[in-house]
């Protein structure tokens, strides 16, 4: 039986790129002090803040208001409050409300739902019937973060918590350089680094130094209820399933690698951001939500499918 490095109990994971064994209990702790190091490297929560989390009812989500709760819940200069958005995706979305719901009960956390039915009278499986294979994921991902960004406006919220963990960050970063997408490579790190426009709540990571395997893991000692199953649509985009499994065989070769991935990241935003012209975010001219150009992207779906 292996011993935990620090406490002596039965270990339970081995990180591979620290060389040492961690017990349940000092595993848990040992995430914990990682977020609040990140969020104290990167000043991501203040007093006075409204922090809205974008629950989805995945692991990342879950243990990004699971986490905040427990660090803030003491607080009472800061609000933590959870929104679910519910694209209609059937089979997937359905499950995981009620869990969502009842996670938010059992933290005493506010939780408002938004659906993309009530708010585009669109779901995702609409749009997946008209559309045939045209990227799901970016249909759903503009809508999800307009609605997002819209709710937590109107909620008097000022940052906007995502559960983006260490391997969807270090896959952004390759993809970004893949495609020579410098704007977005600028705009990496945890903490929102563009003032864009007045109506654009700021998002903040603080799971970004946590490995995806190391969330599930919390997720399960924690009994953090987790939606494990992909998006039924998730298979329509190759490339970031391509670089997962890319960045998977070379950390199983080089351990450690996604962590410097992500320093890179942040070393190459910081060099963009003082050189790259950052263009002023305009108003949607149909909806008034932010957008770069005259008509935004969500109001053009919602032309072309309703
Ligand atoms: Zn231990
Ligand atoms: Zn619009």
Request: hydrophobic letters at 45%.
């Given at each position: 039986m292996k011993k935990c490095s620090?406490?002596?109990?039965?270990?339970?994971?081995?990180r591979v790129n620290e060389g040492r064994y961690y017990c349940g209990k000092c595993f848990s702790k040992n995430i914990e002090d990682r977020v609040k190091r990140t969020i104290r490297k990167f000043n991501l929560v203040k007093d006075g803040d409204k922090i809205v989390v974008g629950l989805s009812g995945g692991k990342d989500s879950s243990n990004t208001l699971y986490i905040l709760k427990k660090i803030f819940g003491h607080n009472p200069k800061i609000k933590i409050i959870a929104v679910t958005i519910d694209e209609g995706i059937k089979g997937y979305r359905d499950k995981t409300l009620k869990g969502c719901v009842e996670f938010c009960k059992r933290l005493g956390i506010e939780h408002h739902i938004i659906s993309f039915e009530d708010s585009f009278h669109l779901t995702v499986d609409k749009i997946a019937k008209k559309s045939k294979d045209k990227g799901m994921c970016s249909f759903c991902g503009v809508f999800r973060r307009y609605l997002l960004n819209k709710k937590a406006r109107e909620l008097g919220a000022n940052k906007i918590a995502v559960g983006h963990n260490l391997d969807d960050e270090a896959q952004s970063i390759l993809m970004n350089v893949f495609k020579g997408d410098l704007l977005r490579l600028a705009r990496f790190g945890a903490e929102p680094k563009l003032k864009e426009h007045s109506k654009f709540i700021p998002r903040i990571k603080?799971?970004?130094?946590?490995?995806e395997k190391e969330s599930a893991l919390y997720a399960i000692i924690n009994n953090i209820p987790a939606y494990f199953d992909e998006c039924p649509?998730?298979?329509?985009n190759p490339l970031r399933m391509e670089t997962r499994d890319f960045l998977n065989k070379l950390e199983d070769r080089s351990p450690g690698i996604k962590y410097s991935i992500i320093n890179s990241g942040e070393k190459i935003a910081k060099i963009l951001r003082k050189n790259i012209k950052v263009g002023n975010i305009g108003t949607c001219e149909n909806c008034g939500e932010p957008s770069?150009?005259?008509?935004?992207k969500a109001c053009k779906i919602i032309e072309e499918f309703l």
């Open positions: 620090r406490c002596k109990n039965k270990a339970i994971y081995f603080p799971l970004i130094m946590i490995p649509y998730a298979v329509f770069s150009e005259k008509i935004c």
